[in-house]
């Protein structure tokens, strides 16, 4: 009933940027909270960033004054600057929120994710 499909991912070198976006689709009444996380081979996936629906952000101390998340109630739409990349940040970068299907009926979606490479 409701996906998530990011997108814009890539491959660039250390120092450069990408946009990540990820829009959700199908019965949604509202998302409340979207967010971004990212998982490295064999590693937890660990949480990035998040934004609520009245644009509350919150960001992981490692991407802080870095990464800037966003969104688009009105397009179902989340998105993530990644200015001055580290190879560090290298990992499968997956979307999240929070949807209500109803009064009360909420779920939590996932995205299949997204990869960026940094890397010279």
């Known amino acids: 009933q409701v996906q998530l499909v990011e997108s814009g991912g890539g491959l660039v070198q250390p120092g450069g940027s990408l946009r990540l976006s990820c829009t959700a689709s199908g019965s949604i009444v509202r998302i409340r909270t979207m967010g971004w996380y990212r998982q490295a081979p064999e590693k937890q996936r660990e949480l990035v960033a998040t934004i609520t629906s009245d644009a509350m952000a919150n960001y992981a101390g490692s991407v802080k004054g870095r990464f800037t998340i966003s969104r688009d109630n009105a397009k179902n739409t989340v998105y993530l600057q990644m200015n001055s990349l580290k190879p560090e940040d290298t990992a499968v970068y997956y979307c999240?929120?929070?949807?209500?299907?109803?009064?009360?009926?909420?779920?939590?979606?996932w995205g299949r994710g997204t990869q960026v490479t940094v890397s010279s």
């Open positions: 999240n929120a929070d949807v209500l299907l109803g009064l009360v009926t909420q779920s939590e979606y």
